[in-house]
């Protein structure tokens, strides 16, 4: 298991800015989840989860290290208006990396390490294979893990549906601060040729007194 990234409080405080005449300001800027793309343009496009494709003209992180389908906090600030393959010419002020992994066999084996601690899920949603989620732990001062499993021993509920549970392993933290974190799951393994979409369940522990989550989600996707 990878640990995941933690994102500071903080940058969830900040919000993007509305365009409030025709030109763009050098002192606004956005904060977006988005998807790095490597390919035809150099040196890479930032492909944000509302769809803008963003051309980074210049960037205060050049020694960041990005790849092909990395998933990404990225702020910025919008330069100008592009045409073709590109809708804003930015200025990259800050790159986050967001831990990105897929769906884990959950085995009596690895259950132990997988953990089944406690989190508060804020939000989230799908983008291409991705299914991003914002939450919420208790912790601060030791590394903790977060998968994304399926129960070999209980895969599916009554009405056929796969489930996934947001697993937490809070690693015998002593600290309790609120702590803020993001993560995407590739759910490419739930496709099938037959369909363009897939129900599921997603589960997860909840904190305190408040009942576990639980929802049915729908992955709508291309082949």
């Not at 759910?187 to 037959?194: F, R, S």
Request: hydrophobic share 35%.
């Amino acid at each position: 298991m990878l640990p995941f990234v933690t994102i500071l409080a903080t940058m969830f405080l900040l919000q993007g800015c509305l365009k409030d005449d025709d030109s763009y300001s050098l002192g606004k800027y956005w904060v977006t989840t988005g998807t790095i793309e490597k390919g035809d343009i150099s040196p890479y496009v930032v492909v944000a989860d509302n769809g803008d494709r963003l051309f980074p003209s210049a960037t205060a992180v050049p020694h960041f290290k990005t790849k092909d389908g990395q998933r990404v906090w990225i702020s910025y600030t919008i330069l100008g208006d592009a045409e073709g393959q590109i809708d804003h010419y930015v200025r990259v002020n800050d790159l986050s990396e967001i831990l990105t992994k897929g769906i884990l066999e959950l085995t009596p084996e690895n259950a132990d390490s997988i953990g089944h601690d406690p989190v508060t899920i804020r939000d989230y949603w799908f983008t291409g294979d991705f299914l991003t989620i914002r939450f919420i732990y208790g912790g601060g001062g030791r590394i903790h893990f977060i998968n994304l499993v399926q129960d070999v021993e209980n895969p599916v509920n009554e009405e056929g549906l796969p489930i996934l549970e947001f697993r937490h392993n809070r690693n015998n933290d002593p600290y309790n601060y609120k702590m803020y974190g993001t993560v995407s799951f590739n759910l490419e393994t739930l496709k099938t040729e037959e369909q363009d979409e897939v129900q599921f369940v997603l589960k997860a522990k909840s904190s305190g007194d408040r009942d576990d989550f639980e929802k049915v989600l729908t992955f709508k996707y291309d082949h």
